[in-house]
Structure formats: C-alpha cells, structure tokens
C-alpha cells in the first residue's frame, strides 16, 4: 500500500470528524481499497494482516503531521487540518 495515498483513505474514512477506533478504520479503508493477497496474510508480529500494520503506522504518521489526533488506544479523530488536506 502506499503511503500517500493510504493516509487520504484513512482521512476520508474519519471526514465525518467523529472518533473511529481503528477496526472501524480497517473496514472503511478496506471496503474501498482492497487489500491485495500479499498484504492480507498475517504477519509473524502481532498476527494481524499486514494491511493492518501499514494502516496503523500511516495513523501514527497522521497524527505526527497533525492531520489527526490519537484521543485514546486505538482511537482517532480528523483535525480541522486533516480535513482541509482532503478538501473539505
């Protein structure tokens, strides 16, 4: 998955500016950018798909750059920053 891209799904995902934990996250990102069979298979670090991983490091990466915000584990909300990067 690319990063660049990755971080406006998950943006798009949390437009609505409400807090998503990140299985709500897997699912948005997942209904509208597939992951492909390599990325589906789990990993040998905390047995989750791969896809998985590079949703939550692009999160950290996110929230690094001030386009979201970490309000508790596991849960995000979209900073008025985030949003106007995906235009809104």
Known sequence: MQEPLLMEKILSAMSD???AQ???LYIAVEEVWPPSPRMSRET??????????SIRSTLSRLVKLG???????GVYRITAQGLERIGY
């Open 17 to 19: 500016g409400k807090e």
């Open 44 to 53: 040998k670090w905390g047995r989750r798909p791969a896809y998985e991983h």
């Open 22 to 24: 990140n299985r709500e």
């Open 67 to 73: 386009l979201a915000i970490r309000v508790a584990r």
